[in-house]
Structures are given as C-alpha cells and as structure tokens.
C-alpha cells in the first residue's frame, strides 16, 4: 500500500465539544466528551485532557478527532472517537485545532 493510500485509510474530521464532564471511574484521569461533527452526528470520546484543560475550556470548543477506529469502552463509557493532540515537554496532550472557523465534520486532508 502506497503511504499516501494509508494516510487517508484514517478518516480525520472537524468537531465541537458541546458537553465534558470528569470521567470519575477512569484509570487515568479523562474527560468524557460530546463531541458535534455535523452531518456526522454527536459522538462521544474518553480523553487524557485533564492536566491542561477545564470542562469550560472544552466546551465549545473545535477539536480534530480520527472518527473511523471503533469503539473502545473506558470506565463503561463508549469512546467512539479519538481526539487527536500532540505531548508538550512535560508529556500532557495538547488538543490540535483549526485557527478559523471550519464546518462541523469537515474532512482533514
């Protein structure tokens, strides 16, 4: 398979956080997400956030998440989607994230 074949193999899409809230039970901490990708739907994620961001700062928020790599359960909650960040020098996630405005569900490419 040619590498630009399995690049777009992982489907990347456009998304706002309209909901988080802790993920108590989790074995590391996380927030639960409610995440808006338009003509999608509303999925949800179970992220490692909890270091650099509020439930505030989340909501309303646009995020990239990979929307086509099944569904893990954490904590019994269905993480359906998963938000895309990078490590800063001490190793907590820092979301990745559009700087303008883009369409819910818009494809990265």
Known sequence: MEPL????LVDVRMGRVLRAEPNAGARKPAFK????????????????????YTVEALVGRLVVAAVNL??????????EVLVLGAPDAEGNVVLLAPD???PLGGRMF
């Open 33 to 52: 997400l409610w995440i808006d990708f338009g003509p999608l739907g509303v999925k949800q994620s179970s992220a490692q956030l909890v270091a650099l």
């Open 5 to 8: 074949e399995a690049f777009g």
């Open 100 to 102: 303008h405005d883009v």
């Open 70 to 79: 099944g569904t893990r359960k954490i904590n019994g909650f269905n993480s």
